[in-house]
């Protein structure tokens, strides 16, 4: 029983030679890991596939209506630009002045 122990103990170190031999005889290079989050290679990347969405018919009345209320806005903030515009500023009132200190 010994021996059949000593038997499969010598063919897997036997095994495990010869695939530590084929591992060092091909020029493979481990590259080490650096920090930070991994790189992508072309092969990781998948295909991104493109759903088509279907797109919503708007009535042309719908897009008259909106169209409309664009032109409304625009000229609300027109017209409070131009309020603003002409606004008067009242004048700053006039520093008194300091009478000057006898030497």
Same mark, same amino acid.
């Given at each position: 029983?010994? $021996? *059949?122990?000593?038997? #499969?103990? *010598?063919?897997?170190?036997?095994?495990? %030679?010869?695939? +530590?031999?084929?591992?060092? =005889?091909? *020029? &493979? &290079?481990?590259?080490?890991?650096?920090?930070?989050?991994?790189? /992508?290679?072309?092969? *990781?990347?998948?295909? !991104? &596939?493109?759903?088509?969405? !279907?797109?919503? $018919?708007?009535?042309? %009345?719908?897009?008259?209506?909106?169209?409309? #209320?664009?032109? $409304?806005?625009? =000229?609300?903030? @027109?017209?409070?630009? @131009?309020?603003?515009?002409? =606004? /008067? &500023?009242?004048?700053?009132? @006039?520093? $008194? +002045? @300091?009478?000057? !200190?006898?030497?």
């Amino acid at each position: 029983m010994l $021996k *059949d122990i000593l038997a #499969a103990i *010598d063919s897997e170190i036997a095994r495990l %030679e010869q695939a +530590k031999a084929l591992l060092s =005889a091909s *020029d &493979v &290079v481990v590259a080490r890991r650096k920090p930070g989050r991994p790189g /992508t290679t072309a092969s *990781d990347i998948a295909p !991104k &596939v493109q759903r088509t969405r !279907k797109r919503r $018919k708007m009535s042309a %009345e719908a897009r008259e209506r909106i169209r409309q #209320a664009q032109i $409304k806005r625009w =000229a609300a903030q @027109k017209g409070a630009l @131009k309020a603003n515009m002409n =606004a /008067t &500023v009242a004048p700053l009132p @006039k520093a $008194k +002045k @300091k009478p000057a !200190k006898a030497a």
